[in-house]
């Protein structure tokens, strides 16, 4: 079936006042209707520029210039006027920001922040949509949600506020949910419950997820298929179970190296990621993972791989991806 989102050979060069750079280079994915795509990288990686540039939800002050196309339920998104844009956003396309705190206005009630978006999208009279806005509060696991309409955001703490800013989210019953960084702000133990929150949701409701993350842990239980990025690029795709057992880019191994594990032997050492990505302002030769890259060969200095399939539905970048030289050094 066709992907109810696909993103071909997008790039997005971002202008400021002193400066231009292109955080995300001819990134293509899709993600079929009901499915959850995790996009992890690191920050700066691209990830977040690249879903919220085609919404046009970008910082105030910056430009955007974008290439390649982005096709939403037959519908070109980088050929709609900000009006029509606004029908979608919000509407069909859900959003949920990493912080809650600025996603939310501390100076309204929680309530009314839900109804503005339901009168906005689904014409409902006040009277219904305070009725969805509370029915919506309790699908989001926030109790008495009867007297939490009438409470500001300050009152509520942070993984509460995450659950209104998810029920505002979902509340035109959106076909994809955009979730960037759904959890960072929130201690571990609430980082849990707004994965299984966003499980449970996605279950009743049949929606679409794209999570944007930079914490591979938080994707292994509930992605379906995963986009690695690094400097902008895709480095590795295909379904998550088999990225994560058995990944095939040298990146995503640090990456997955990187993450602590609860089962580690005591005293196992913690592999952090060393070094930093490349800038992005400046032209980049060769492979942009050279300089951190464990496997690095001389010519991965000046020749830039290009992504390939390495398995019926698994794409990496990196020539040594089809050889068991990864296997072996672990
Ligand atoms: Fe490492 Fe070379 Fe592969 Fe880049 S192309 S990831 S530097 S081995």
């Known amino acids: 079936p066709k992907p109810l989102l696909r993103v071909e050979n997008l790039s997005v ?3 400021t006042e002193s400066m231009s750079i292109r955080p995300v280079r001819n990134v293509s994915y899709d993600v079929h209707a009901g499915r959850t795509v995790a996009i992890v990288g690191e920050s700066g990686s691209g990830k ?5 540039a085609p919404l046009g939800l970008l910082p105030a002050g910056v430009t955007s210039d974008l290439d390649g196309n982005v ?3 037959g519908q070109n998104l980088l050929s709609l006027r900000e009006s029509e844009m606004r029908s979608v956003r919000g509407g069909k396309i859900g959003v949920v920001f990493q912080d809650p705190l600025s996603a939310l206005n501390p100076a309204r009630k929680i309530g009314y922040q839900i109804t503005e978006v339901i009168e906005h ?11 969805l806005a509370i029915d919506l509060l309790g699908l989001v696991g926030i109790p008495d949600p009867a007297s939490k309409f009438y409470q500001y955001p300050h009152e509520l703490s942070g993984g509460m506020r995450q659950r209104v800013v998810i029920a505002s989210g979902i509340s035109a019953e959106p076909s ?3 979730a960037d960084e759904p959890t960072t702000a929130l201690d571990v133990t609430v980082q849990a419950q707004i994965v299984c929150l966003l499980q449970d949701l996605q279950k009743r409701l049949g929606m679409a997820i794209v999570l944007v993350t930079h914490d591979i842990g938080v994707v292994s239980g509930m992605a379906d298929d995963l986009v690695v990025m690094y400097a902008g690029s895709v480095v590795e795709k295909g379904p998550a179970f088999d990225i994560l057992t058995a990944p095939k880019h040298p990146y995503t191994k640090a990456l997955l190296a990187s993450v602590p594990r609860l089962n580690a032997a005591v005293g196992s050492p913690f592999r952090g990621l060393a070094g930093l990505p490349p800038d992005l302002s400046k032209k980049l030769n ?4 050279y300089e951190r890259c464990e496997f690095a060969m001389p010519s991965c200095a000046y020749k830039r791989p290009l992504l390939q399939q390495v398995g019926p539905t698994r ?4 020539p040594l ?3 068991a030289v990864l296997e072996v050094a672990e």
Not at 48 to 52: E, G
Not at 315 to 318: E, L, P, S
């Open 48 to 52: 977040t520029v690249m879903n919220m």
């Open 71 to 73: 096709e939403f339920a």
């Open 121 to 131: 999208h689904k014409g409902l009279t006040a009277k219904s949509a305070e009725k």
């Open 321 to 323: 991806a089809e050889s």
């Open 286 to 289: 060769g492979c942009a993972f």
């Open 13 to 15: 060069t971002l202008h």
């Open 315 to 318: 794409y990496a970048a990196c």
């Open 176 to 178: 994809l949910l955009v």
